[in-house]
């Protein structure tokens, strides 16, 4: 990936992201933790984008917004399971 990732790259102007847990978000358990996507919490939108990046071979600042906006489209708003986040905007993004 060439762009290099951070919060200045978040849409922070659409999107409000905490950076700490959430209080629905309890402690860290497992790979129970990491099937789900806070969409919410910035360092997971972050995590979320950059490895859908990876995957597809994306590379720029417009892509990671066309990602970003497509994880929090209405039609994935009640969804919280990356396997179903991934394959939402795979079919929202034409992959």
């Known amino acids: 990936m060439s762009l290099k990732l951070s919060t200045s790259n978040l849409q922070s102007e659409k999107y409000t992201y905490t950076w700490k847990r959430t209080d629905g978000d309890g402690k860290y358990t497992g790979p129970l933790d990491r099937d789900r996507v806070s969409k919410v919490e910035g360092y997971e939108v972050l995590e979320f984008v950059e490895q859908f990046m990876d995957k597809h071979g994306l590379k720029s600042k417009a892509d990671f917004h066309k990602v970003e906006d497509a994880l929090h489209s209405p039609s994935l708003s009640k969804e919280i399971m990356r396997k179903a986040l991934i394959s ?8």
């Open 88 to 95: 939402g905007v795979e079919k929202i993004l034409g992959y």
